[in-house]
């Protein structure tokens, strides 16, 4: 009886050793496995499938392990372990999330200007536009504003120029399937090639505060002609089997794009659009190096932007240069398969 009275002690210890090395463990390989992600992610990228499929998809499931093995460690009263998961929680959320806080952001502005994708979508032209007049923008950037392909069916939609309606003694200009509007005047517009029919529109506009350069661009996904597929589950049936080729077709469009921008390094510029590339891997992390990500820098929250019901993506942006955006903001879902986002713009 003494001896089954003394093991007993032992074996619940044992047990209990043993469940804290798994949990020490698996809270090891989180928080590192992070780490390694997230350099993955931002230095490898595009280069190759895996890291490109890495980069491209949400980061939300990232998050679970460690938040488990924190709330195991605390049941457990393990404070240290919990202190380790709970960093590893804050450098998933804060890193691979890209999530921003700027909580004394002023919201002071010289113009207000919105960029939306508006897919098409000519019969919901009417509430597209009430959406954005709601915001009571400056500068309206659109994309997918006009059917460029197939060929045969190029302009059949042309959502531009239905929105354009609501907006009477406005300015227009468009070019591929990307639309510019403004309530100032256009000093000089031109388009810039970026890949088969995308283009960039490029115009200088008359502001009371001197010359402003607003581009708007749409960055293609697809690495050979357009896409096969249409919708959500089609484009993830096309880019899951060929995600590198996909990426360097994002790749492709950085040396036109960067053509785009050195063509005037003077005017303070204002680039948005529809990028197809969240907030990490190599397009990102090229075009931050030469302009300033407006929701980075004075937004809060995610900024996720798509799909627009329940997004789980930031890849729509408002990127500055010789300007800064005082004010970064997603809106509420809306009649697109995007959701619009809203910049308040300080120029010099």
């Not at 919105?114 to 923008?137: C, F, M, S, W």
């Not at 069916?153 to 510019?180: K, L, Q």
């Amino acid at each position: 009886m003494k001896a089954v009275a003394t093991t007993a002690p032992r074996v619940v210890a044992n047990t209990r050793r043993k469940r804290f090395g798994t949990l020490r463990g698996w809270s090891l390989c989180a928080g590192l496995g992070l780490f390694v992600l997230w350099g993955l992610e931002n230095f490898v990228g595009e280069h190759f499938e895996l890291t490109t499929l890495l980069a491209y998809f949400p980061q939300h499931q990232w998050g679970i392990v460690p938040a488990l093995c924190c709330a195991l460690a605390l049941r457990q009263r393990r404070y240290r372990l919990a202190l380790w998961n709970g960093v590893a929680l804050i450098f998933w959320i804060w890193a691979l999330m890209a999530l921003k806080w700027h909580p004394f952001a002023t919201t002071k502005a010289t113009v207000r200007v919105v960029t939306y994708n508006v897919a098409l979508r000519e019969g919901e032209a009417d509430e597209l536009a009430r959406e954005i007049a709601h915001q009571k923008p400056d500068i309206i950037c659109l994309q997918e504003s006009v059917r460029t392909y197939p060929p045969q069916n190029a302009g059949e939609n042309n959502v531009g120029v239905a929105i354009s309606r609501h907006f009477p003694s406005w300015y227009m200009r468009n070019a591929g399937d990307t639309c510019i509007l403004s309530r100032f005047p256009v000093r000089s517009s031109r388009d810039h090639y970026l890949r088969l029919t995308r283009r960039t529109l490029d115009v200088t506009l008359e502001t009371p505060r001197g010359p402003l350069r607003v581009l708007s661009t749409h960055i293609s996904t697809a690495f050979s002609g357009q896409a096969k597929y249409f919708g959500l589950r089609g484009q993830l049936r096309e880019i899951i089997p060929n995600a590198q080729k996909a990426a360097q077709a994002r790749l492709d469009q950085i040396k036109p794009l960067d053509r785009t921008l050195d063509a005037d390094l003077n005017t303070p510029l204002i680039l948005c659009g529809d990028f197809n590339t969240p907030p990490r891997g190599l397009f990102y992390r090229h075009l931050h190096s030469r302009l300033n990500d407006g929701f980075a820098q004075s937004g809060n929250g995610l900024g996720l932007t798509f799909p627009a019901r329940a997004p789980m993506l930031r890849i729509d942006y408002v990127w500055t240069r010789k300007a800064r955006a005082t004010s970064v903001r997603v809106a509420p879902q809306g009649a697109s398969d995007h959701r619009m986002v809203i910049a308040d713009i300080e120029m010099p």
